[in-house]
C-alpha cells in the first residue's frame, strides 16, 4: 500500500482566487485584497481586513487564501497582537493523519489538525463560512 501524499493538489486556481477577492471585498469585514507577491506570479491571495473593527490591541488582521485547481485550499486566518501572533487554518487536502478538510486550531494553527466545522463544498461558500468564523472572533474580543 502506497502511503497518501500530504499537500494541495494542482497549481494555484487563480480565476477562483479573482472571484474569490471580488467577493470577499463585497463584506464590511474585508477592506481590500491583493495578489502577493504580484499579480504576474501569485503564491497568495492576501485579504486585508478592516482594522477598525477590532480592539486597538489588535494590529494587523488577514486572511491568506490558496485555491487549488483541484479543489483544494488553504485558508490562513492570521491576527497580531502586540508582539505574539493569533492564528488558525483552514485545509483541504490529503493528509494522512487527518481528514481531508480539516481544521488547524488556534491560538497556533498547529496540528494535530481536527475535522473541518465548514460544510460548505463550493469555493464562496467556504470563503463566507470563514468570514463567519471572522466576525465571531471579532465579537469575542470584544466582549
Not at 107 to 134: I, K, N, R, W
Request: proline share 10%.
Amino acid at each position: 500500500m502506497t502511503a497518501r501524499e500530504e499537500g494541495p493538489s494542482g497549481p494555484l486556481d487563480v480565476p477562483t482566487l479573482e472571484v474569490l477577492a471580488r467577493r470577499a471585498t463585497t463584506r464590511s469585514l474585508v477592506s481590500s485584497w491583493e495578489f502577493r507577491p504580484d499579480s504576474i506570479s501569485p503564491r497568495v491571495l492576501e485579504l486585508r481586513l478592516d482594522e477598525t473593527r477590532y480592539p486597538a490591541s489588535v494590529t494587523e488582521s488577514r486572511l491568506d487564501v490558496r485555491w487549488f485547481v483541484g479543489g483544494d485550499y488553504t485558508i490562513h486566518y492570521l491576527e497580531a497582537v502586540d508582539d505574539r501572533t493569533w492564528q488558525c487554518r483552514w485545509d483541504r487536502h490529503p493528509k494522512p493523519t487527518a481528514p481531508r478538510e480539516h481544521f488547524h486550531p488556534p491560538p497556533d494553527a498547529s496540528s494535530p489538525a481536527e475535522s473541518s466545522p465548514l460544510e460548505a463544498d463550493h469555493h464562496l461558500g467556504v470563503l463566507f463560512s470563514v468570514l463567519e468564523y471572522v466576525e465571531k472572533r471579532i465579537q469575542e474580543r470584544h466582549e
